[in-house]
């Protein structure tokens, strides 16, 4: 038996349904920027309450094609200092400064306060990553202060497809929001981005910027320095067709994140995720904290031998200020973004997981928690 890290969910009905339309694009040689790009960000657009939609090649260059619109040149953008390496790599890629803020305890994402305290006259814009797919419900806070500020706000909803606040959802709450669909994705196109964003501006800078900055797509006159960052219609289908699925792969990561609640409620110590009053997260990762003391990798290492359940992949075991690459940063002092970093797991959640799965896994942590941590 045993529950893997991570299980990539395409049924028998969505494979074929992938097939025919690569057979069809196949035989029109409409094999970028085609119909099922067009319908893939109408779709994602919908699914979001989002005006626009632009799908490019990745999430990364999601986040710096905004960046480049907002032009970033030679100024700061505040990110957290927990998050993936992409955050802060398209803000250099884009010729800004990154500026690294520490996170909230509960929501693992920046606060106000945190924000506030790296805020400078130099400061061009603040990429608020949902972590784990929870949209923090100080989101709206965030947005007033960098509207005083004249800063745009920026999502990287990365984690976040479909996830909402007050009823609104990723991607709606700044100047654009950034999504991801490499394929440990919630939702996946194999590789590929999306860009929402209310401005008609945005859209069009957008659309430049993925086509080799080119003024029109017939036109070979280059009028931005964008790049090679399409999303091709193969990648669009399969995007397509996942996303049908997004409202039922939330439903049971949510069921599956609900019974980890009750499940692992006894465990001295343990934090497990709370998801405040109006958010409604889906559950990308269900980030619980160890107690402090715990060696992380013993605990993995004896839920994976004694029980054959894979945890998975950590959002994030290292800050940014101490990944090797960020060097320049090492001395920065982000106390709690070093504690989460330190002492989170994340359980496995699959979008088509079962009870006895989700079972298994309750009693492997219990288990190793009481051997470990009790
Ligand atoms: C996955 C991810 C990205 C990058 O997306 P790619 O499609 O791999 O370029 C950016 N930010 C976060 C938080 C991510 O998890």
Not at 41 to 67: Q, W
């Amino acid at each position: 038996m045993g529950v893997p890290a991570a299980r990539i969910v395409f049924d028998e009905s969505d494979r074929r349904a992938v097939a025919d339309a690569v057979t069809e694009m196949l035989s029109t040689g409409a094999l970028t920027l085609g119909p099922w790009t067009e319908r893939f960000e109408e779709a994602f657009a919908t699914e979001h309450g989002a005006t626009h939609a632009v799908a490019v090649a990745s999430g990364t260059a999601a986040l710096e094609i905004v960046l480049r619109a907002i032009d970033v040149r030679g100024r700061d953008v505040v990110v957290p200092a927990v998050t993936f390496y992409a955050t802060a790599a398209a803000v250099v890629h884009a010729g800004g400064r990154p500026v690294l803020a520490d996170i909230d305890p509960d929501t693992l994402a920046l606060s106000p306060g945190t924000v506030e305290a790296v805020l400078t006259p130099a400061t061009a814009a603040v990429v608020l990553v949902h972590i784990g797919g929870l949209i923090t419900p100080h989101v709206d806070a965030l947005r007033a202060l960098c509207d005083r500020r004249g800063i745009p706000l920026v999502e990287d909803a990365a984690h976040a497809h479909g996830s909402s606040y007050d009823g609104r959802a990723a991607g709606t709450f700044g100047l654009a929001g950034a999504f991801s669909f490499y394929p440990t994705k919630v939702t996946t196109s194999g590789e590929g981005g999306m860009i929402l964003t209310e401005s008609a501006e945005i859209r069009d800078e957008a659309r430049i910027h993925r086509d080799q900055g080119k003024g029109a797509f017939t036109a070979n006159h280059h009028i931005r320095h964008g790049a090679s960052w399409r999303m091709s219609e193969p990648n669009a289908a399969v995007g397509t067709v996942h996303l049908r699925r997004l409202k039922e792969f939330l439903e049971t990561r949510r069921r599956v994140a609900r019974r980890y609640d009750a499940g692992l409620a006894g465990l001295d110590g343990l934090r497990t995720p709370v998801e405040p009053a109006g958010c409604r997260s889906n559950y990308y990762k269900y980030v619980a904290l160890l107690p402090p003391g715990v060696d992380r990798a013993a605990f993995k290492r004896a839920v994976a031998e004694g029980h054959g359940v894979r945890l998975s992949g950590e959002v994030y075991d290292l800050p940014l200020h101490h990944q090797p690459v960020f060097a320049e940063y090492r001395d920065a002092r982000l106390p709690v973004s070093e504690d989460v970093c330190a002492r989170q797991i994340c359980l496995p959640v699959h979008s088509d997981m079962t009870e006895d799965e989700t079972d298994q896994v309750i009693e492997a942590v219990s288990a190793v928690h009481r051997r470990l941590a009790g």
